[in-house]
C-alpha cells in the first residue's frame, strides 16, 4: 500500500494568516493527489482534485500543488469557517490511501 | 444535482454480517465512466477507503479486508449494496459511499461526492 504522511498533524493560525499542509506520498504518484476538508460531525468535501484543480465551488483562497511525491495545501486568508482536519487521498493504486489528517484550529 | 445516502444498521452484534445500502440520485450507474465507493472512518480517526464498484461491474477491494467485503449493484438502479462479513468492535465506524470523479485531463479518480455518513457500533 502508498502510506500518505501529512505534516503537521495539527496548526493553529488567526485570521487572515495563510497555512500550507504538507502531503508527502511512499512513492511517487504523479499527481494523482487529491485535498478533503471535513468539518466536525460531517463527510469530507473534496478541495481539490489531480493535486491543483479546485472542486467547483471552492473559494480561490485554496490551491495545491507538486507531483510526485511531494504535495501541499494552502489556503490563503483564513477564516473562521476554515476550522477543520484536512486530509489528503491518493488513487494512483489500490487500495486507495489517506493521510492522517492536518487539524486546522483558528485563533 | 447528485446526492447519495447510506442506510442500514446502527448497532450489529460481534460475528455478524453488516449489510449497508446506499442509495444515490443524480447520476446512473450505468454510465460509462461512473463508480460508486464505500469509505469508513473509525470515530477520531483518518478515512479508510473500502471498495469501488464501476459501471462495467470492475470490482475493486481493500487487500487487508477483501475477504470480508462485496461491493454490488443494487436490485434499484440507483443502488450500491456492501456487505461486511465476521463483524468485529474494532470495526465500529462511520462508514460513507462516495461517487467517483475523473480528470479528464490526468485521468485522475477521486471521491467528489460524498452521503452523510452512517455510524454503525459493533457490540454485543
Known amino acids: 500500500d502508498i502510506q500518505m504522511t501529512q505534516s503537521p498533524s495539527s496548526l493553529s493560525a488567526s485570521g487572515g494568516d495563510s497555512v500550507t499542509i504538507t502531503c508527502r506520498a511512499s512513492?511517487?504518484?504523479?499527481?494523482?493527489l487529491h485535498w478533503y476538508q471535513q468539518k466536525p460531525g460531517k463527510a469530507p468535501k473534496l478541495l481539490i482534485y489531480?493535486?491543483?484543480n479546485l472542486q467547483s465551488g471552492v473559494p480561490s483562497r485554496v490551491s495545491g500543488s507538486g507531483s510526485g511525491t511531494h504535495f501541499t495545501l494552502t489556503i490563503r486568508s483564513v477564516q473562521p469557517e476554515d476550522l477543520a482536519t484536512y486530509y489528503c487521498?491518493?488513487?494512483?493504486?489500490?487500495?486507495?490511501?489517506f493521510g492522517q489528517g492536518t487539524k486546522v484550529e483558528i485563533k | 444535482q447528485i446526492t447519495l445516502k447510506e442506510s442500514g444498521p446502527t448497532l450489529v452484534k460481534p460475528t455478524q454480517t453488516l449489510t449497508l445500502t446506499c442509495t444515490f440520485s443524480?447520476?446512473?450507474?450505468?454510465?460509462?465512466?461512473?463508480?460508486v465507493a464505500w469509505i469508513r472512518q473509525p470515530p477520531g480517526k483518518a478515512p479508510e477507503w473500502l471498495a469501488l464498484?464501476?459501471?462495467?461491474?470492475?470490482?475493486r477491494y481493500s487487500p487487508s479486508l477483501r475477504s470480508r467485503l462485496t461491493i454490488s449493484k443494487g436490485t434499484s438502479k440507483n443502488q450500491v449494496v456492501l456487505t461486511m462479513t465476521n463483524m468485529d468492535p474494532v470495526d465500529t465506524a462511520t462508514y460513507y459511499c462516495?461517487?467517483?470523479?475523473?480528470?479528464?485531463?490526468?485521468?485522475?479518480?477521486?471521491?467528489?461526492?460524498w452521503g452523510p455518513g452512517t455510524l454503525v457500533t459493533v457490540s454485543s
Open positions: 489531480a493535486a491543483s
Open positions: 462516495a461517487h467517483r470523479g475523473e480528470d479528464s485531463s490526468s485521468v485522475a479518480e477521486y471521491l467528489q461526492h
Open positions: 487521498q491518493q488513487s494512483y493504486s489500490y487500495p486507495w490511501t
Open positions: 443524480g447520476f446512473s450507474l450505468s454510465s460509462n465512466g461512473v463508480g
Open positions: 512513492q511517487s504518484i504523479n499527481r494523482n
Open positions: 464498484i464501476y459501471w462495467d461491474d470492475d470490482e
